[in-house]
Structure formats: structure tokens, C-alpha cells
């Protein structure tokens, strides 16, 4: 909860093995902050790729031809599942990338197979084939419901049992451990990672599974919130990553 100079907190990013950038979404400055971190650590004298949990694995190939230049924006746009705000939010990000020539790396597990296990559970993926199961972390997952993200997500859905056929604390595991397994895969240098806050709030989720994968890897989180006030940080808020970003908004306290 302690105030700390941007400089000083790129300092710290650039040593690190692994950087988690827990983004709000649907939050403008969140994403000018994170071009600006990316261009930052870029220009230092380091080795860096960018994951996005905005692309999924499976959209690598077409991905990696645009940043290549062999095919054009408008074959990434319509194939490649970009999200509704790709334009105005990452967008930015991936010109960026490409101008320098730094790999972008498509972490997200394919949404279709997110959506099976939210429905059916985790077994269910032991059915695809070998060829889809390239797409996912390698199963099986090891899955742990008591951690706190995963149980609060479990308590709105059954606990994470098949609660009106969902699964979501499940659902949310899967994407954590597939976007670890595609970190580690594809490190090079820094990764500077760009996913939606509760996949790494509290040093759960994504950092979780990659602890799983090395115990030595240094880590760094980034949290951002909303808060009506900006002059201190919300108890709530307090010790949930290594740097929290506050940006003004969210709704009043009644």
C-alpha cells in the first residue's frame, strides 16, 4: 500500500523472469499503462516477448504470420478471434510488437474448450482428440479448489461441482494452467504477461500454476483497481501483487 515511482518499479520489472499485468478490461488508462510498461522494458537492454491472454492458443499460427507481415490486418481480424475492444485496447499493443519485431505469444486456452469444462466438467477434455489437446495445458491438470480465487468462484457455482450443469472455479483453472504452460513454452528473455486481474490477484492463478512448473522463477504481479478515492489504497486492496495500480472509478460506497 506504499506510493512507488514508476521508474522505480520498471527497475524492478526489468529482473524479472516473469511479469503478470492483472488488467481491468474495460479500463482505457489500464491499457495506456500497459503499452507504456511494454515500450519501457523494451527499450532497456533485455530479451522480451508479450503473452496475451486476448489471443488463444490456437490462433498462434495466424498471429504470428501478421506480426511476420506475410498476411495482412484485416486476415487477423477475421480470423483470429480478436476480442470487441481489440481495436481500441490491444490493438496498440500487437503494431507495437510488430514494428520491433517482438513475439506475441496467444496463451488462452480456445474458449470453445473453457466452455466445455464451465459445462461439463474436467473430465470432459479427456475426450478430444490429441490434436485439440495441443491447444491446453497437458492433462491431466492438477486443480486445487481450496485456494482462495478458486473457492470464492466455486461458493457462487456449488463450490465448483456441477451447480446447474457449470463449473466455473474449474473453468478459471484451466485458463490459469494453459496460459502457465504457453508462458513457459514460449519464454525468451522477460514475458511480460497482459490478463485479467483475477488470474493472478493474490499471486494465485496463473502464478500458481507456474510455480508448479519452477519454484525459482522470479515473478512480478501487477494489480490494478478501481476505487472512488485514489489516495490510499482500500483494505480489500492491500497485499494483493507486488505493485497495484489505482485508477479512479468504480462505484460510490453507499
Not at 4 to 15: C, E, G, N, P
Not at 17 to 27: A, C, K, T
Not at 131 to 158: F, N, R
Amino acid at each position: 500500500g506504499k506510493p512507488v515511482a514508476y521508474d522505480s518499479m520498471i527497475t524492478v520489472l526489468s529482473k524479472a523472469d516473469i511479469v503478470l499485468f492483472g488488467e481491468l478490461h474495460d479500463n482505457a488508462i489500464n491499457h495506456r499503462l500497459e503499452l507504456q510498461v511494454i515500450k519501457d522494458l523494451y527499450a532497456l537492454p533485455n530479451d522480451m516477448v508479450v503473452g496475451m491472454e486476448m489471443f488463444e492458443a490456437d490462433d498462434q499460427i495466424v498471429l504470428d504470420e501478421y506480426l511476420a507481415g506475410t498476411i495482412e490486418e484485416r486476415h487477423l481480424l477475421s480470423e483470429a478471434k480478436v476480442w470487441d475492444n481489440y481495436g481500441t485496447d490491444y490493438r496498440p499493443v500487437v503494431e507495437f510488437a510488430r514494428e520491433n519485431r517482438l513475439k506475441v505469444i496467444a496463451t488462452n486456452i480456445p474458449r470453445r474448450y473453457a466452455n466445455l469444462v464451465f459445462r461439463e466438467g474436467i473430465a470432459a477434455l479427456d475426450g478430444l482428440s490429441q490434436e485439440a489437446k495441443q491447444w491446453i495445458a497437458p492433462l491431466p491438470v492438477k486443480i486445487d479448489l481450496t485456494l482462495p480465487g478458486y473457492k470464492t468462484l466455486g461458493s457462487m457455482e456449488g463450490h465448483g461441482t456441477n451447480a446447474g450443469g457449470s463449473h466455473m472455479a474449474l473453468a478459471q483453472a484451466i485458463k490459469d494452467a494453459t496460459m502457465a504452460h504457453f508462458i513457459m513454452k514460449h519464454r525468451n528473455g522477460i514475458v511480460m504477461h497482459l490478463n485479467g486481474a483475477y488470474h493472478s490477484k493474490n499471486y494465485e492463478g496463473i502464478q500458481w500454476y507456474l510455480r508448479q512448473r519452477q519454484k525459482d522463477l522470479k515473478i512480478i504481479t501487477i494489480h490494478s483497481v478501481e476505487q472512488q478515492s485514489i489516495d490510499g489504497l482500500a483494505d480489500e486492496n492491500l497485499n494483493t501483487a507486488d505493485f497495484i495500480i489505482c485508477i479512479r472509478g468504480g462505484t460510490p460506497a453507499r
